[in-house]
């Protein structure tokens, strides 16, 4: 039996991928922050070693965009020099690595779906941070996969503390208040059980190196709360705003939707449409509530 190793595996990502290569009949073992620190490198040594699997797929990621830029080295020892503590584990045990990039290695400035040719440029602390993971990853394996993905949403945003955009906006439509979305900013938002499906059939295949698998969709964030409200039958007071009016502490690309061309032409289906996706998140949304 094949065996998988699955960092961030509490994260909404890495519950799905647990549960996708489980029901391809692997051996999964998932490692929570508090049972494996990435950022020591010992200890990830010892544990994929223990384990000895076949592919390790790194989940665990510093996602605070805007705290980032207060604490960048926070942000680089998770996403940066863990992913070398990881990738050096894979090459001493002969796994493979799979490692979850980010649409804002992008600067947002092509006004188009960026493609793996596309040159990075970071804008900030925490893309400069996921940018220095993939060099890491391909630093010292030769057959990592990375795959660069955006805005991700799947139930495990239910639990986790910082949930996801779409529980965001469900809260905030909760609570009766004006809810204001840029306009201004094009991602593409990625279902989590469709990206980890992708994931699979990429490993089952023997891919390696950059590709992009995001939503599909080049969707601004308003547009993108108006669908989840037409799809939730919810009619909140729901207003237009612009990066101008709403000022973050990290600067964000403006268009950062990515093209996935080459893993469709690779021969992989296609991502969802967003409303299936977003429709597919609220039913099971309402069956895990009623239970």
């Not at 960092?7 to 519950?15: D, I, M, S, T, Y």
């Not at 207060?70 to 584990?89: D, T, Y």
């Not at 993905?149 to 945003?157: A, K, M, Y």
Request: hydrophobic share 40%.
């Amino acid at each position: 039996m094949k065996r998988a190793v699955v960092f961030g595996c509490a994260g909404q990502l890495g519950v799905e991928l647990v549960r996708e290569f489980r029901q391809r009949g692997y051996e999964v073992q998932g490692w929570e922050r508090a049972q494996v620190d990435i950022t020591n490198a010992a200890a990830v040594e010892a544990a994929v070693a223990r384990f000895s699997p076949d592919v390790v797929l790194n989940a665990a990621a510093y996602n605070q965009v805007d705290v980032a830029e207060s604490e960048p080295a926070a942000a680089f020892q998770v996403n940066a020099l863990a992913v070398r503590n990881i990738a050096l584990a894979c090459r001493q045990a002969g796994a493979r690595l799979v490692h979850y990039s980010t649409d804002y290695v992008f600067d947002g400035t092509a006004g188009r779906p960026y493609v793996e040719t596309d040159p990075p440029h970071p804008l900030g602390a925490y893309a400069v941070s996921k940018l220095a993971g993939e060099y890491y990853a391909q630093a010292y394996l030769d057959d990592a996969l990375i795959v660069r993905t955006s805005g991700v949403f799947g139930l495990g945003g239910m639990q986790t503390a910082r949930g996801n955009f779409i529980e965001l906006m469900l809260r905030l439509a909760r609570e009766g208040r004006t809810i204001r979305v840029v306009e201004d900013h094009v991602g593409s938002p990625t279902y989590a059980p469709a990206l980890a499906a992708r994931t699979a059939d990429l490993v089952e295949r023997g891919i390696t190196g950059i590709l992009h698998c995001g939503g599909g969709t080049p969707i601004s964030w308003f547009d993108f709360a108006r669908l989840i409200f037409a799809e939730s039958g919810l009619q909140p007071d729901l207003r237009p705003t612009t990066e101008r009016e709403y000022r973050t502490p990290a600067r964000r690309p403006k268009y950062s939707a990515l093209s996935n061309e080459r893993m469709e032409s690779m021969g992989l289906a296609p991502m969802p449409p967003l409303e299936v996706a977003v429709r597919s998140y609220l039913q099971l949304r309402s069956r895990v509530m009623a239970s």
